[in-house]
Structure formats: structure tokens, C-alpha cells
């Protein structure tokens, strides 16, 4: 069977473009179809053609109206004609169509031979042109078709115009003859237009496609990775948590000192395994971009100080020196997770800690305030001087933060929307800045001392280090007392010429570097100086040099003399201060308000719902441990009932209960508070392996508050209870 059009390539092969095509020349040749008829009446109507020729035109007038007819059953039954066969349609329209453009050129070639190049003829003639101008862009896909769709409708009458023999026949069948080549070479040319245009466009939709498809795979790969991590990590941090749980067990009271050190050492070696599968876990879900950070409130100053004490040993044990100067502007209070914070810098002060050749670390934090009450912490770790070249240091360089810690690291604070960079100066060593954003919440300021017990106290301050001395002697004057500086060969002079003077100091700090003893020998030097001798000591050492035998020997000797751990902290200092000159204990002065190891005057009543043996022998002796009245739970059921007979301050609830009796158990316990119409919300803490988004929000929409990650450890549930204890007794 003969065909109009062939399909050649994949374009022209798909149905959906195709169709739309088809649609177009569809549309359009209704309207030419029907105004075709409505012009051919209209002359004849206004013409004398139908009075000299009545039955010629009866004819043509019946033959284009069942042209007309023939080719609308294919147009106005479009849509069902073409859902059935679409080049059974396309091929029977064209056909269709070709009889029509034939029935043209007969109404064309009988009106030119009949009356000449004049009249209603002329006006036939002029619509012709118009006529196959449009046609020729609506049929220009298909070009072979369209080039004999032309040559049917315009070569018979130009010919029969040229036969007439006259001037106007020649020229107006020379013009037509013209206009037929033009209008056949603009089809050709639109047609690769056209053919070309859907190719690109079908190009990038598959290549869209593609990409998409290897989008989907891609992340259909990396969910299925994380997966398998989280999953991963929780068999090894549950094993582990088994391990940990019964070493905590070990009564080290009975075990000799090379035990212990063992025991200590197999506890270190279990937490470092902990925090490898958090790292991993946490290195997943920054590449997956689900990682949720944990938003509190908290006072940034006494976070960073406890970051510092927190490695002050591990340092000086390798013989490194910590200093920090922290921003005296800093705002009191502010937002954001504060235990990736704690994360990240542990993390980066560790590294700079493994480096070699190193004698002393400082740590830099400031706060750079924004504006809406958002504002950038900002944590520098050297191990150069303080003053020098900051971060746009020309002679520094950028270095990449290799291994999967530092990489966490940067991960996480970009998470909190900061960054970190490590720069490296070989003259000057290596600078870490960390950047993390955080909404400030509270600019009151507090200063230790303001109540200025200590005013009108003089105080010699011996071999302050460099890096923060004048920041030290600010902020003991801001408490009232005058001060001056030092080095500790004029000390003892210094001391004796203001006696002599009659303005003694009230107080010596002595600063005791690492590599020696010469506090000590300062110490006892004064010690030994009958006209200073009274003066009180605080002698600034490490916690290695405070447990020597001399070092113990001396302060036993000389109960004006006391010790405080480097690096200096202000609190610690300001207390040991007010105890030693003005005779007050501060301890004692503390116990009627912590009567307990967690600061509330009570004893916390909690309930611990775990049905693994272990982890009740495990957190119930921590609790236990922290002052605390424990009740055990085996099951979800068990707790509701005690719920309902008991009063708790708080509920540790593990969340890896079978069949979730976890959310059916704090569900029950939430719909009993609205029962009974208890104004006191009752804490639920989830005891978790694992601690996806997804758990996340599903215990938090079961009415718990809370989670705490297994093995759990000490500071973690210290943490925990004094958050949610205090919450539930405000």
C-alpha cells in the first residue's frame, strides 16, 4: 500500500510527538477547509460565472462540498479516528486531502478557461495564493507530501492559464508557476527545521531522563548505604555497649594499681570504637544531607572552659601547654547544638595535640554579633604565638583536612553554617579556624566577683604567661583588687620592698611551667622569708606536678599555700581566692543547696524501663550512682501500670522494645496525664541504639522528649537527668 510519509527516525517514531504534529494539521485545515467553501459560494453568489454557466457550476459546487465532506469525517473525528491506527489516519487525510487540492484545480483550470483572467477568476486566483502560503507552513513536516499537494492544486491552472494564449494567461501562469517552486523549497527547508528542532529537543529530554534515572539510582545506592551503615553501627555499638557495660561493672576498689591502668585503658580503647561508629554514621548522614541537628540553650563561655579542662590532662601528659583567651564580650546565652560544637573541637584539638614538635597550644574564641540576634563563634587552635598574622596571613597556606574525623568535622560545621579551615605557616606553625553560626538568646553580662568581696586585695601575679597575663590581671582587677606583674627572679624582692613600704601583697599566683618545678621552689623560698612568709600562696601547676611527693609534702607544711589546675579559669580562681583571704569555705557554704550529686534538694525518683539485663545492671548503677531512686520495668505494660500508681520525676524508656511497646507505652502514659489532668508533664527519655530522623520524629509524635544513645555514658545521662530534672520540678 502506497504511503504518504514514512517514519525514519526516532522522533518520527514516537506516538506523543507525532500526535501533536498531527493535531496541529488537524486544526488548521479546518478552518481552511471550511472557509475554502464559504469563498468558492461567495463568488460564484456575486459572480456572473453562475448565470452564463448554470450547470457547470451546480457541479463544481457539488463536488467541492463532497470534498469537503470526505475530508471533515477525518477532521472533526480526529481524536477517535487517530487513537485507533495513527498513519491509517494520517494516510487516508492526506489522500483525502490530495482529492480536494485536485477538485481546487478543477474549479481553478474550468474558471480560467471559461472566462479568462478577469472577474470572480482574478478573486480565485488571489485566495489561491493566500490559501497554499498557509497550507504550505502547516503541511511542511511533511514536505513529500506537501510538494504534491501543491503541484495537484497549482500546476494544472497555471498551464491552462499560459494555454489562453493572452498576456494576463502567460504572466499570472508564469507567476504561479514561480510561486509553486518557492512555496515547494520553504516546505523542504521548514521541514528540516523542524525535524531538526524535535531532535534536540527529544535529545536533551532523553539525556534529562537519563540523568534522572542515574539520579535516582544514585541516591537509591546511597539510601541503601546508609542503611546498611546505620544498621551496621548499631550491631557493633550494641556489641560494644555489652563490653563497656560489664567493665563498668568491675569494682576497681579490689584491683591493684597495674589493673586499674588496665581497666582504664580497655574503657578508653571500648569508647574509641564508640566514637568510630558515630563518626561513620555521622559521615553518612552528612553526605545524605539528613543529618538533624539537636538546637539548645546553653552559656557558650562555660562550654568552651570545659572543653579546655576537659583535655588540660591529656595535654600535659605529652607536655604541651594550654592557653586560652576568650572574648570578654561574648554573650551569655545562645542556640544552637552544642554537642556537635563540643564534637568538632575535641575532634580538631585532639590533631593539633598528635602533632609533633610541639610545646604549647592556644586556643582563641571570639564572637563576631550579626544582625536579628544571629551572630559567628569563632574557635581558633594554634600552635604558634597568639599574636601573629591572622586568617588572611599572606605567608600562610591552605591545607585539606584529611582523614574521616577532620572530614566529619568540616561536614558538620557547614551543617551548622560555618566552615573550617587549616592553615599552615612553616615559620609560624599551623592555625585552625573554626567558624559555626549561632543565635544569641541573652547579652547579660556575669563576671565573677562582681559582688566585689575581694576589693581593696593586692595581688603579685609571678611568670604569667605572655599569651594572656594582661587578660588575667583584667580580670582580678574587675573584682576589686589591684595588681602587678612579675617575673619570678624579683619576686621575693618585690615582696619584701612593698612590705617594707607598708602596702604588702595579700596574695602571690604563681605560674608553674611544665618543664620544672620552679613554682615550688619559688613556694618555698617565700615560705622560708620570715616577713612574707604569711603571705597567701596559689600556686598554678598541672595535675602531674600537684600529685609529686614534694609538691604534697610542701602544702601539708604550709596551709597558706594551695594549688589550682592550668590553665586558669576564672571561676575556679575567683573561689580560691575569696576562700583563702577571707577564711570562707565555699563548699560548705554550697551543701545546703546540693544536697545531692545532681542539685535539686531532692532525692529524682526514675523510672527505667529495659528489658536486657545488662543495660538495667548498667544504667541503674549510674543512676544509682548519681543520687537517685531507680525502679526497674521490664516492659512497656509494667511501666504504665507503675506510672499510674507511683509519682517519677523521669522515665528512661528503651526504644528497641519489641513490637514498639516504647510508643505504645508513652502513648498510654500521655493519655493518662490528659485523664487525669495532671499538671505535671512527666519526662520520657528514649534509650536508643539508634537515632535516625526517622526514630526522631517518631518518638517525638509518641510523646517522648527526649533520647540518649547507647552505651550510654556517664556524663551523657549526668547531662540528661539535670536537663529534664530540672524541667520537670521548675
Known sequence: MFHFFVPATKVQKDRAIMRETDARVAKYSRRGLILNFIVFILCLAFGKFQEKEHDLAIILVTGLLLVTLVRSYYLFRFDSLYARAPARWRNQYFFASCLGAAWWSVILVTLTWVQGMRGETLVMWLYSVVFYSSVSNVFAPYRHFLSLYLAIGQIP???????????????????????????????????????????????????????????????????????????????????????MSTLSLIDDSQLS???????????????????????????SKITTKTLVLDEVEFDVRRVLEKFVQDFTLDAHQQGIELYYMFDPNMPLRVKGDVARLNQILATLLNHTLKASRIEHVYIEARFHQEQDDFGELQVIISDSEKNVAGENDPEARESNLNGIGLSICKGLAECMGGSIHLRENRNRGNRIFINVALQVVSHEERRFGSEHKLRGKRALLVDLPDSNANALADEISAWGMSTVITPGQQAVAKLQEQVKAGEPFDLVLIFTKLNNMNGLALSREIAAHPDIADVKQIIAMSILQSDSPEMKLHLRSHPQICVIEKPIMRKRLHDVAVQKLLNLNLD????????????????????????????QMVISAMLKKLGCYVQIAQDGSEAVEIVEKERFDLVLMDYDMKE??????????????????????????????????????????????DYISKPIRYDDLESRLQRWLEKSRG
Request: charged share 25%; hydrophobic share 40%.
Open 157 to 243: 491552472a497555471a498551464l491552462t492559464a499560459i494555454l489562453l494564449g493572452t498576456p494576463e494567461g502567460v504572466l499570472y501562469g508564469s507567476i504561479m508557476l514561480v510561486f509553486y517552486v518557492m512555496l515547494s523549497h520553504q516546505g523542504k527547508v521548514t521541514s528540516f527545521a523542524y525535524w531538526e528542532r524535535l531532535e534536540a529537543h527529544y535529545s536533551l529530554r532523553e539525556r534529562a531522563q537519563g540523568l534522572e534515572n542515574e539520579k535516582r539510582s544514585s541516591q537509591a545506592q546511597i539510601e541503601l548505604k546508609n542503611e546498611f551503615l546505620v544498621n551496621l553501627g548499631q550491631e557493633i555499638r550494641s556489641s560494644i555497649s555489652d563490653v
Open 257 to 283: 594499681e597495674h589493673h586499674r591502668e588496665l581497666l582504664a585503658t580497655a574503657n578508653k580503647a571500648t569508647g574509641r570504637q564508640i566514637d568510630l561508629v558515630n563518626n561513620v554514621v555521622d559521615f
Open 588 to 615: 560548705e557554704e554550697r551543701k545546703p543547696l546540693e544536697r545531692d550529686g545532681l542539685g535539686t534538694p531532692a532525692v529524682p525518683r526514675v523510672l527505667l524501663v529495659e528489658d536486657h539485663r545488662v543495660d
Open 660 to 705: 514498639e511497646e516504647s510508643i505504645v507505652a508513652a502513648q498510654k502514659i500521655r493519655v493518662y496525664e490528659r485523664a487525669t489532668h495532671s499538671l505535671r508533664h512527666l519526662p520520657i527519655v528514649a534509650v536508643t541504639a539508634t537515632a535516625t530522623e526517622t526514630d526522631h520524629d517518631t518518638y517525638l509524635a509518641a510523646g517522648m522528649d
